[in-house]
């Protein structure tokens, strides 16, 4: 039977990122360079890239940027899916602060003219 343990987000994010290293030192030491993150490994650097352990947030992003392979594997998948709903955010963010621009705009512009039509 599995034994489940309960750990808080930074504790799982540093025993992520211990098992990372330890695998690297192992294949150091083989002479070989690290294996590339498997499906899971790069959906658990995904919520360590939304909430990564302090000084810890270059190593993650290396590890995103160079350590999931590229291709049709479910690790790159995942990886895709990701990027995908980052797109996605930053446009519909564009979206709606250029609507807002526009908005803050155009209020700026009817205070000015009524500022200016008054009588005095």
Excluded at 87 to 96: A, D, E, G, S, W
């Amino acid at each position: 039977m599995k034994r489940y343990r309960i750990l808080s987000r930074h504790q799982e994010g540093n025993i992520v990122l211990q098992e990372y290293r330890k695998h690297v030192e192992e294949r150091a030491a083989l002479g070989i360079v690290p294996a590339p993150l498997d499906a899971q490994q790069t959906a658990d650097l995904i919520e360590l890239i939304k909430t990564p352990p302090a000084g810890e947030e270059e190593f993650i992003l290396d590890l995103f940027a160079n350590r999931v392979p590229a291709g049709v594997d479910d690790a790159a998948y995942i990886k895709a899916g990701f990027l995908a709903q980052l797109l996605k955010v930053k446009l519909i963010l564009h979206y709606f602060l250029k609507k807002s621009g526009r908005i803050i705009r155009n209020y700026a512009r009817r205070l000015q003219y009524r500022t200016y039509d008054r009588p005095t």
